[in-house]
């Protein structure tokens, strides 16, 4: 019976070291599964960190791509604004020299006209003068 004790003790024993044992790998491979799952997270969280950076790095080159498209259309708008103003200018100030001709030209024929119509005038009084002259003449003689 001593024997069955002895090796139900060290049966006891050999069990409660085992389970130590297996307790003790379980732990360890615990604490292992936990560093890996950390350096997975670190290296899921630096990935996500260095995707955000390469778009915030993206979108800013865009934005500054963005900024000078719309600065070089402003430019051209400008320059073709500046262009317009001068051809515009250019026609007002064709427009103008061509009307102040055509004045020119429209007061020299009236002041033409006006002469001629003067000049007829002169005439037909001088013509008039004239025959009241002679019928004049005619009653005095007549008289």
Do not use: G, P, W
């Not at 006891?12 to 379980?26: N, Q």
């Not at 429209?106 to 119509?117: A, D, M, N, Q, S």
């Not at 005439?123 to 003449?137: A, D, P, Q, T, Y």
Request: aromatic share 2%; with cysteine; glycine share 0%.
């Amino acid at each position: 019976k001593k024997e069955i004790n002895d090796m139900e003790h060290d049966l006891k024993i050999s069990i409660e070291e085992e389970d130590e044992r297996v307790r003790t790998l379980h732990e360890q491979r615990e604490y292992e599964l936990k560093c890996e799952l950390e350096e997975e997270e670190q290296r899921i969280k630096a990935d996500a960190e260095e995707r955000d950076a390469r778009f915030k790095l993206q979108m800013d080159e865009e934005r500054e791509l963005f900024r000078k498209e719309i600065k070089e259309k402003e430019s051209k708008l400008r320059a073709d604004l500046a262009t317009e103003k001068q051809r515009i200018k250019l026609e007002q100030e064709e427009l103008e020299t061509s009307l102040r001709v055509d004045l020119e030209k429209e007061r020299i024929r009236l002041e033409t006209l006006y002469e001629e119509k003067e000049q007829n005038l002169k005439r037909e009084l001088e013509e008039e003068s004239k025959k009241l002259k002679m019928k004049l003449i005619q009653l005095i003689k007549n008289s």
